[in-house]
């Protein structure tokens, strides 16, 4: 019986279509909804043209009510029943209580190299400091953020020159690679961290 994975998303989804397209064949899961908070996000068409279901529940009228926010977005989540909840590119900090509903459950993906540099502008952070490596972490969602259980992280040179821009665009197909992977072994009951490459 196949696992049913939602996956929360904000913006262009990429690792979301990653996440989708690797769920197939033998693999133990399916990509059973994906989720925005923003109803332009341009996830939404690529995981329509993808034939899952989609919901939007726009954060903005809820004015930083975020307890009411989540209780909206509880509705669609619970009525998708999923096993697993996937964060990729998700752009609001969620409750401890949203989180303790799903504990254990619930993943993200993060790009830096995790306990280093929480929250934004996690590029420009590193290239800032003069790190000679930055990369992606995929980690279990906890009530602190960015701050649970790391399940598996990808590596890069950081190189001369190179700008947050020019790091992220190295960086985020290691992010396809890495999140695929990652929800593959947690699904199979693996929870050891792996490292790319
Ligand atoms: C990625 O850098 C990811 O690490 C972060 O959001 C960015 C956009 O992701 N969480 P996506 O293209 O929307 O998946």
Redesign the pocket.
């Known amino acids: 019986m196949n696992k049913r994975v939602a996956i929360l998303?904000?913006?262009?989804?990429?690792?979301?279509?990653?996440l989708a397209q690797s769920m197939t064949g033998d693999h133990p899961g399916r990509a059973c909804l994906v989720l925005s908070n923003d109803p332009q996000?341009?996830?939404l068409a690529k995981a329509r043209a993808m034939g899952i279901p989609t919901a939007v529940v726009d954060h903005r009228p809820f004015k930083g009510d975020r307890a009411a926010f989540e209780a909206a977005l509880m509705e669609p989540l619970l009525a998708a029943a999923p096993d697993l909840i996937a964060?990729?590119?998700?752009?609001r900090v969620l409750t401890p209580d949203f989180v303790a509903r799903f504990e254990g459950r619930m993943l993200?993906?993060?790009?830096s190299l995790l306990p280093k540099y929480k929250g934004l502008n996690?590029h420009a952070r590193a290239i800032a400091a003069g790190d000679t490596e930055a990369g992606?972490t995929v980690h279990e969602v906890t009530a602190a953020l960015d701050d649970g259980p790391i399940l598996g992280q990808a590596r890069v040179p950081v190189l001369p020159g190179d700008t947050a821009e020019t790091l992220?665009a190295r960086?985020?197909p290691l992010?396809?690679q890495l999140y695929p992977a990652v929800l593959r072994r947690v699904l199979e009951g693996k929870r050891a961290p792996i490292a790319l490459p």
């Open positions: 998303i904000s913006g262009s989804g990429s690792n979301m279509v990653a996000a341009g996830g964060l990729a590119g998700f752009m993200n993906i993060h790009p996690t992606c992220a960086i985020l992010e396809h």
